[in-house]
């Protein structure tokens, strides 16, 4: 490809293909702007048209729906809300599956449900298209930085097949296991962070009411066995200070818990801090409506104590 620039000799036809990139959100527009940066040509899709002029502002081309950003490539990239949304931009009525040649390879970036990713990946396979699940953590900061951590599940040639691609947004890309591993693993590394984020909130708010300064307690908490990725960086700048800006939807985190929360009922365990965790957030979720951002749990959460 013509825009191909300072790619390593010796790279593999994925490299030099086309890709298309589905979900031009708060995380796919700085993923797939990463990858126009590093010299692949990318054909994005989103339904919006902002999101589709903020791509093309970045140098990639956008196409309304997912089939017209599929015509000519072997590999695309989803990073939509959920595996639903996935599924029916792929196997829907402009699915793109339908212009996808045998052997192309779908990566799922998005947080999907691992146990409809194995369902997923088994429909594409019927349809000669493999299928890795690849879902990242670190926000959108380390989006535009290309820093994420990726947790890739599938088959491993497949992974290494998508290798080139995923280094150029992910510092760490981590092979975690079967078709699905990526997804429940990306579930279980949310409940926790929601837990640490949680559990912060909550002790900023009884400290308040005793007395103490919050801030004084995370600087606390930063330097003592309480410190958690929330209270070293979302705390004070995101939390405290009003802000409630991480580019981190309320309803995807919700999303996220009730995936690890429905993992652990399908495999028979009993996992009540999850399902817990599950059922705080979605309560939260509906309290606060489609546009909160995920750290205002801590708003829910000092109203709900009385503290407004
Ligand atoms: P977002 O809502 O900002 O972006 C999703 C985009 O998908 C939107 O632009 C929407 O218009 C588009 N879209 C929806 N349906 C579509 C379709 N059928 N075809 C094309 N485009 C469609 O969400 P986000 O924050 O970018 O999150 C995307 C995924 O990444 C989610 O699964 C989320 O859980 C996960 N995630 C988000 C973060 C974060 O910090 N925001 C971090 C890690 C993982």
Redesign the pocket.
Known sequence: MSNIAGRKPGVSNVETSPIAF????????PMASRLVGAGFAVRG????AE?RDGFIAKGGTAFD??RQAAEGVSVLIT????GK?VR??LLGADGAVGVLPPGALVID????APMETRQLAADLAAKGISLIDA??????RR?ADGSLAIMAGGDSAEIERARPILEAMGKSVIATGPIGSGHAV?ALNNYVSAAGLAAACEAAIIAEKFGVDPNVLVDVLNVSTGRNNSTELKMKPIVLSGSFA????MA??A??LRIAADLAVELAIEAEGARDAAALWAQASVALGREADHTEIYRFLAARRGKS
Not at 135 to 140: A, Q, W
Not at 246 to 249: E, T
């Open positions: 589905v979900g031009l959100g708060m995380m796919g527009l899709s989103d339904l919006s999101a729906n997912a990073m939509l809300p959920n949304i029916d931009a970036m998005s947080s999907s879902p990242v953590s670190g926000g959108v989006a990306k991480s580019g981190f939807a995807l985190m999303k996220d």
